[in-house]
């Protein structure tokens, strides 16, 4: 989900990762972490509310592949 914002307003950055997806906070927590750094690292982002909502397959995989799919995604927005 993405919401546009004035040209003068930074992106912002929200995340839900649910019990559903992640049952322990440990895994809940390194999703958050990871999505928040490639947020961080893309200066190119229109300015906008970007929400990342996380599947279960998420914790399954490893933090490469997860920032692999995260980069995949930021070029396509």
Known sequence: MVHWTQ????????????KKA?????DRNRIKRLVRESFRHQTALKPA?????????VKQLT???VLQNLQQLWQRI
């Open 7 to 18: 040209q003068n307003q930074p992106a912002r950055l929200g995340l839900i990762v649910s």
């Open 63 to 65: 933090n490469q592949q």
């Open 49 to 57: 509310d970007y929400v990342m909502v996380a599947k279960p397959s």
């Open 22 to 26: 992640a049952p322990k906070a440990v």
